[in-house]
């Protein structure tokens, strides 16, 4: 069982930046595909970004391409997106995801391809 925890949600005018962090638990992380998704209200779930096991593939939903970046750091057992300039239709409950799967090549944008999911962190948005 991999648990979960993202933090760095908050409230941010528009144009501003923040960085969300997840800090999975387990020995074996760099083996997880990692992903990120976002879910506004009233709004299915939606993919945001994705990284492979060993860090060297991304991608990314259109809507954020070229404003948000995905990393991680295998040896703290971390993944990170930076979201920057960002937008009030950016506003929602952002999630990490792990897909133990995937091997260490790959990545997934497809929320029922991912096995274990964070609790969700807030960010807001203001115009």
């Known amino acids: 069982q991999v648990q979960l925890v993202e933090f760095g949600g908050g409230l941010v005018q528009a144009g501003g930046s923040l960085r969300l962090s997840c800090e999975a638990s387990?020995?074996?992380?760099?083996?997880?595909?990692m992903g990120w998704f976002r879910q506004a209200p009233g709004k299915e779930r939606e993919f945001a970004a994705a990284i492979s096991g060993n860090g060297l593939n991304t991608a990314y939903a259109n809507s954020v391409k070229d404003r948000f970046t995905i990393s991680r750091d295998n040896a703290k057992n971390t993944v990170n997106l930076q979201m920057n300039s960002l937008k009030p239709e950016d506003t929602a409950v952002y999630y990490c995801?792990?897909?133990?799967?995937?091997?260490?090549?790959?990545?997934?944008?497809?929320?029922?391809?991912?096995?274990?999911w964070g609790q969700g962190t807030q960010v807001t948005v203001s115009s």
């Open positions: 995801a792990a897909d133990r799967r995937a091997g260490v090549y790959a990545t997934r944008s497809r929320a029922y391809e991912y096995d274990y």
């Open positions: 387990g020995r074996t992380f760099d083996t997880y595909a």
